[in-house]
């Protein structure tokens, strides 16, 4: 069986002496070995030693039980055996070998039509478990690979966009946006992606092109709404009106971009890279709002402040 019959799972996900609904399978040197057999348990030392070599590309399962292990991990959301800390843990570690896989998949509309349900699991959580969602944000801080920015970009303006009050249609469009803002980075050279340090004057042109490329992608799925467009097409303008593509000032930004420009510098920010270390997040806002103060809505990023407090409190 080829290797894209497969998605990566957290073995995080799985709680001890609980029979799994589908089959887990290990890598080892390339080869997929049936570790696993759905409707059997690991106990909780065997995860706990799994877990500790668990590189993120070591556990799969087949891409046909894809909704089996979705169905997990909503019963799991769902169950009393488990605290609100304990189920924030297992949907963002879900969420993230999901995002893996839409992120791998060629086909970007299928991916965009998967994203969905993802989003309305995090709307869900936030609104039944409101103070695990801080917890949930002090997780992100992993190496920064294009998924996880994504999710937790995705994340942080879920909690941005509750804060200013947005209603449940608003916060699922939000979310969907935010979570493919740099889908345009598809069509930018791997090397300009991967570059350590600054990118010449070439390069940084050709990495600016990702708002056009994202819009362009964006229009072939008729599904897919002006303002998830504009959280793509707008995320990098500023709003003093010296950003790009457009240029454009203020107001005439959306605010799905508006959003989207403070989270998605915020987690550059506060993420470890191999180019810089990762600033504490009071540091990043402070920063952002001293420092890069014309790029980003004053209003929006005040609220940021109240996201952080969830965050503090969680930790």
Not at 138 to 158: C, M, R
Request: hydrophobic share 35%.
């Amino acid at each position: 069986m080829q290797q894209e019959a497969y998605f990566r799972i957290r073995l995080s996900t799985i709680r001890p002496s609980k029979a799994t609904s589908f089959d887990i399978y290990l890598n080892i040197n390339g080869q997929m070995v049936h570790y696993l057999k759905a409707g059997d348990k690991l106990s909780e030392l065997k995860i706990e030693t799994l877990h500790n070599r668990d590189t993120g590309n070591s556990f799969f399962v087949l891409t046909e039980q894809k909704q089996a292990y979705r169905d997990w991990v909503k019963e799991e959301m769902n169950s009393d055996d488990l605290n609100p800390f304990e189920k924030s843990k297992i949907l963002r570690e879900s969420s993230v070998a999901l995002m893996e896989d839409l992120f791998e998949n060629p086909d970007v509309h299928k991916a965009l039509d998967e994203s969905r349900p993802i989003i309305k699991n995090f709307i869900d959580f936030m609104e039944q478990a409101p103070e695990a969602m801080g917890y949930m944000i002090s997780l992100s801080g992993h190496d920064f690979y294009t998924y996880n920015h994504s999710l937790d970009v995705s994340i942080y303006s879920l909690g941005l966009g509750s804060v200013l009050s947005y209603g449940r249609a608003d916060l699922e469009e939000l979310g969907v946006g935010s979570l493919f803002h740099d889908i345009g980075k598809r069509n930018v050279a791997l090397d300009i992606l991967c570059k350590k340090g600054g990118l010449d004057d070439h390069e940084w042109e050709q990495m600016k092109r990702h708002p056009q490329y994202g819009l362009m992608i964006l229009n072939e799925n008729p599904k897919i709404s002006d303002a998830i467009k504009a959280a793509c097409f707008e995320h990098h303008e500023s709003f003093s009106g010296n950003g790009y593509p457009q240029g454009i000032v203020g107001q005439e930004i959306h605010p799905f971009a508006r959003i989207v420009a403070i989270t998605d510098t915020y987690d550059a920010l506060t993420t470890q890279r191999s180019y810089n270390l990762p600033m504490k997040p009071i540091d990043a806002v402070t920063m952002m709002r001293d420092k890069l103060a014309g790029r980003y809505d004053p209003d929006f990023l005040k609220a940021m402040y109240s996201v952080l407090f969830k965050l503090k409190a969680a930790a």
